[in-house]
């Protein structure tokens, strides 16, 4: 049994666990479903309270993508939530990679 199979077998059992979903997020990311895995960390970003590891991820992947533009805003959103929630750390975390991405991608969603 793969991976993702345990994780789809386990939120069978428990379809609300936040861990399982998220970690189905990235084994979907690791498989190169970008869409999928997105989407997952989506309905991760909605869930209340968010799940503020999600943007991060969900910007990460983004950046990978050439999605620069889209990263930013999840980044933004991400930061927002995580002082929300108390989470210094984490917003921290994407505050230094909102920062590292500068001018990079400017206008390029619009290619």
């Known amino acids: 049994m793969s991976r993702k199979e345990k994780i789809l077998a386990m939120l069978q059992d428990d379809p609300s666990d936040t861990f399982l979903r998220y970690s189905l997020a990235m084994e979907l ?34 950046v990978d993508l050439g999605r620069i533009d889209e990263a930013r805003t999840r980044l933004r959103d991400g930061i927002d939530q995580a002082r929300h929630q108390g989470d210094g750390h984490a917003a921290a975390e994407m505050s230094e990679l909102l920062a ?11 290619l």
């Open 29 to 62: 990311r690791s498989e190169g479903d970008h869409d999928s895995s997105l989407g997952k960390l989506g309905e991760l970003m909605r869930d209340t309270p968010p799940y503020v590891p999600a943007f991060f991820m969900a910007a990460q992947q983004l």
């Open 100 to 110: 590292t991405l500068g001018d990079l991608g400017e206008d390029d969603d619009e």
